[in-house]
């Protein structure tokens, strides 16, 4: 690419209502240009980020089995109803009509679309399991649209979706998204972490989401920096705060954690609350060598609790790892109903864990020692503020004592995210197909989304300096950028130019050669901004001593390269 034949628009000012960087620094770069609230124009940079986005996706989906095909934007309200997200969506979804009065939507996601395709293409068992995915414009009618890409209202997702003969074969495709999930993002060169998460409007009882880790994300992660425990707070409120500090939760804290054997937080709201303030959660102690000594502790919490009588019990399953369970489940092992308050069995010291969502209940803590159970804080209906981040960071993250807590927060930004669907929605439309013994069963979904444009946003919130964005090599809308000095006046360096260009070129690397005819600090100032890894300097005076200048964009100065050196010496740069 000649950056003279190309549409480069870079502005010095960000629009005023741009909160966040990759907002301010997309537009200034000329990578989006609004149209409206939360929607815009892929300008051709921008557009460039996204297809190498969605390539590294497509990959790795086909990679892990998926298989490619592109479902509708405009969907027919019929299978909305099919399902009950007619009704219970809410503002959300963009409900039109067509000439004929007839009502459609804009997809906010496709779970009726795929499962009417699957209802009448899946008839038997042996053509089990299939994974659908498209990559396709999206539209959620977002009450605050803002920070750009980010949260946009039209915007761009990959979602897939599985169907298996059964509960353990669907298991397996989850857990082949996940690692799919891993891989996508390691190469899309983002620092991230996959995390424990509530189901939302999408339904079902298992899911993780896949976190870009920055300090601007809207979401709070909470994590065990020894364990692979990590949650999204908006599902882990409970066991990551302690937020009264005062002499009893001192010495709780005390009397609770001392050699305490190793604690694990296994399982998460094991329903949906039943109320905004109801929270269940699992704990799980082991003994270390003595996995026959795994006990696990459950905890619910409501706002009008009370203690009743629980039968001792042991959910299978959370040995190797942890799953979740379901409120039935529970029930059935342990007797009680959410309102219990305490441990299945007398065990050694745990840990110290308090519940956000019941802050305003007012700071509720508790914990455990051979004693038995303990908590306190109980100062029901006091109305107190919601915990603070900066309360949080002091008593969690950033606590000198490490038995105070092993868990510690972080902002991340969703990028995407996993469901186990189970029969949510075949159950709804009907989509079953025959099994061996010819009998009709139930398809078994999950369902897979990933944030193709909000990526691109959040690859900026976490690679940024004053100049700009700094982009992972993976995903830049080029690669390298030749600046040549004076390339109008010298026929030297527009020759060197052209061949480097073309040798790069040939080497299949995504160049930019900048021959509009600017000066070169704004030249480089608009690389700067614009984000390209690697910048390679050409002028008469480095010509002279047969030398060109490499500069990635993290680096303090440039790398004075011999000519006949420079080829191979960006090629190994960009590996
Ligand atoms: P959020 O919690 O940010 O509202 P969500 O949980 O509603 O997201 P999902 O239904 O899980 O989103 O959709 C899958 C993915 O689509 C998300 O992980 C995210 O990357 C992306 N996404 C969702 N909403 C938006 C949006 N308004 N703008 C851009 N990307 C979005
Ligand atoms: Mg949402
Ligand atoms: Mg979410
Ligand atoms: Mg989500």
Redesign the pocket.
Known sequence: MHASKYHINTLKEAPAEAEVKSHQLMTRAGMIRKAAG?IYTYMPMGLKVLRKIEAIVRDEMNKAGAIELLMPVVQPAELWVESGRWEQYGG?LLRIKDRHNRDFVLQ??SEEVITDIARNEIHSWRQLPLNFYHIQT?F?D?RR?RFG?????????K?AYSFDRDEASAQASYDAMFEAYMRIFGRLGLEFRAVA??T???GGSR?H??QVIADTG??LIVYNPASPYAANL?LAEAPCLIAERGPATENLAKTATPDAPKCEIVAEQLSRPLTDTVKCIVLATEVEGKPEETRIWLLLLRGDHELNEVKTGKLPGFENGYRFATEDEILETFGCIPGYLGPISPVKPITVIADRTVANMSNFICGANEQGYHYTGANWGRDLPEPQVSDLRNVIAGDPDPQGGNLALQRG?????V?FLGDKYSKALGATFLEKDGKPAMLQMGCY???????S??AIEQNHDDKGIIWPLAIAPFEVVICPMGLQKSETVRNASEWLYQELQAAGVDVILDDRDTRPGIMFADWELIGVPLRITIGDRGLKDNVLEIQARRDDSAAKVPVEEALSHILDRLK
């Open positions: 939360g959300e906010p996601t999206k959620r977002e649209p890409l980010m949260r946009g209202r039209e915007f761009t997702m979602d998460a509530d939302g409007s999408i899911s989401e896949f809207e979401d908006e930004i969703e990028v995407g995210h469901f989304g990933i944030g193709i444009s909000r990526i946003a959040a």
